[in-house]
């Protein structure tokens, strides 16, 4: 993925790995994203909402609108 591409993925499957590479080190202070389930992107994760396993820091980020 290049640099400061936003990215996401969903688990169809009973196992899956997921494998991408960093230009360099993991720093939280430069972290941004956009939260997966805002309206306007409307993107079909192929799942229903409720079984969605969502991280605390990705329920928190912002509207594509709000940055």
């Not at 494998?19 to 956009?34: I, L, M, Q, R, T």
């Not at 079909?44 to 820091?57: N, Q, R, T, Y």
């Given at each position: 993925?290049p640099k400061?591409?936003a990215?996401?993925?969903?688990?169809?499957?009973?196992?899956?790995?997921?494998?991408?590479?960093?230009?360099?080190?993991?720093?939280?202070?430069?972290?941004?994203?956009?939260?997966?389930?805002?309206?306007?992107l409307n993107?079909?994760?192929?799942?229903?909402?409720?079984?969605?396993?969502?991280?605390?820091k990705?329920?928190?980020?912002?509207?594509?609108?709000?940055?």
């Amino acid at each position: 993925m290049p640099k400061g591409f936003a990215h996401a993925f969903v688990v169809l499957s009973e196992r899956e790995e997921f494998y991408y590479k960093c230009d360099n080190f993991y720093a939280p202070s430069h972290e941004g994203g956009v939260l997966y389930n805002d309206p306007s992107l409307n993107i079909d994760w192929k799942i229903d909402e409720k079984e969605l396993i969502v991280s605390e820091k990705d329920k928190k980020q912002p509207l594509l609108s709000d940055l």
